[in-house]
Nanobody
Framework: QMQLVESGGGLVQAGGSLRLSCAASGRTFRTYVMAWFRQAPGKEREFVSRISWSGGSAYYADSVKGRFTISRDNAKNTVYLQMNSLKPEDTAVYYC???????????????WGQGTQVTVSS
């Protein structure tokens, strides 16, 4: 079974940028829809962005549209999330996830990484 490992989180000031990476094991990465979710303390896990298996189609939550960019490199088995103009409300644990479906709910995704913390200070 494919495994996912996120990296790139950290502490950044408001207005700053971070790039998250999610490295996948196995040779089936290119067949999966990949997504990023986030979960803030005391809140439910929420959808951030999704990218098709080819990388040709991306979808974003309204809260991050225009600030975040998802991309993937199938040769490197890696999906990225470039986060610009970060706000304190972006603070959360960010998770990458894999699915064969174009969903936006956590239940639509069966494979998950362990998460990486992003903290945005004001």
């Amino acid at each position: 079974q494919m495994q996912l490992v996120e990296s790139g989180g950290g502490l950044v000031q408001a207005g700053g940028s971070l790039r998250l990476s999610c490295a996948a094991s196995g040779r089936t990465f290119r067949t999966y829809v990949m997504a990023w979710f986030r979960q803030a303390p005391g809140k439910e896990r929420e959808f951030v962005s999704r990218i098709s298996w080819s990388g040709g189609s991306a979808y974003y939550a309204d809260s991050v549209k225009g600030r975040f960019t998802i991309s993937r490199d199938n040769a490197k088995n890696t999906v990225y999330l470039q986060m610009n103009s970060l706000k304190p409300e972006d603070t959360a644990v960010y998770y990458c996830a894999a699915s064969f479906r174009n969903g936006v709910l956590p239940t639509d995704f069966g494979l998950w990484g362990q998460g990486t913390q992003v903290t945005v200070s004001s």
